[in-house]
């Protein structure tokens, strides 16, 4: 998985969309204490630094050394680079043991983990009562370009995409999601989590060209049917924005969100 955001890291992390700041003080209103988080798979760092605003201190860890290298640096957020080999005894060690956590995040990631595992370490690292695990994605559905983008580009790339980007294209349904629910979906049924952001359409072609199912597609050596596809998509995309392309327009990510507590 680390290898897919290697060579586009620098364009990643310029492209991603910002989380809402109010994710964050609503998460941390769920949790009992406010010393220890944990941003698993955290990219260029773009919740941990939200994170470092309600508790004493953030790890941050990921697998893929070429995002760490565009990491948002702050004095409250540690990153840490984890190999994929490690076990759940070193990665609850690396967290800072059993019972360590008050808030663990997942931000677009989670369906890249070895889920099992990871709910392993999850469930010793958390406090109880009162520790929270939160996962969130967001996929094409960018409104006002979703027909477009998840309607027609999609279609055209899933026969490229890797298996497990099927639960974030899906919204997360399909998620196992084992924990006791706080008010913020649940198993199956994921709470919506609009994202507001300012683009322009550059910034927009980027985030697309980007994304892992795109990166897979061209390493896959998609033919020159699927290249047709997504440049008439794009064609649409430019045709439909409206005014100037350095002109920054607001969309909206169709986000999703679970969050639970470790069952007792």
């Not at 004493?56 to 957020?77: C, D, F």
């Not at 580009?153 to 924990?179: G, K």
Request: proline share 7%.
């Amino acid at each position: 998985m680390a290898g897919l955001y290697e060579k586009p890291s620098e364009t990643y992390a310029k492209k991603r969309p910002r989380y809402p700041k109010e994710w964050f003080s609503m998460l941390a209103g769920l949790t009992a204490g406010h010393q220890r988080a944990w941003d698993a798979g955290c990219g260029s760092g773009q919740a941990a630094i939200s994170m470092a605003e309600h508790y004493e201190s953030v790890l941050a860890t990921e697998v893929s050394e070429g995002q760490l290298r565009h990491a948002i640096a702050h004095p409250k957020v540690r990153y840490v680079h984890t190999p994929e080999h490690l076990s759940e005894d070193e990665l609850v060690a690396l967290v800072g043991g059993e019972n360590s956590l008050d808030l663990v995040v997942v931000a677009t990631s989670i369906h890249w983990f070895d889920i099992p595992l990871f709910y392993g370490v999850v469930n010793r690292a958390l406090k109880k009562p009162g520790g929270v695990l939160a996962v969130w994605g967001y996929n094409y559905e960018i409104h006002p370009f979703e027909d477009a983008l998840q309607g027609q580009l999609y279609p055209a790339l899933r026969p490229y995409q890797d298996p497990r980007v099927r639960l974030a294209m899906e919204r997360y349904r399909a998620l196992p999601f084992p924990f006791e629910p706080v008010g913020v979906g649940a198993e199956g049924a994921p709470a919506d989590a609009d994202i507001e952001v300012e683009m322009t359409l550059e910034d927009l072609l980027g985030f697309v060209n980007t994304g892992s199912v795109v990166t897979t597609a061209r390493e896959k050596g998609a033919g020159a049917e699927l290249e047709a596809v997504t440049r008439d998509v794009l064609k649409r995309v430019e045709q439909e924005w409206g005014g100037a392309p350095t002109e920054p327009k607001k969309l909206v990510f169709k986000g999703f969100m679970l969050a639970g507590r470790p069952r007792c």
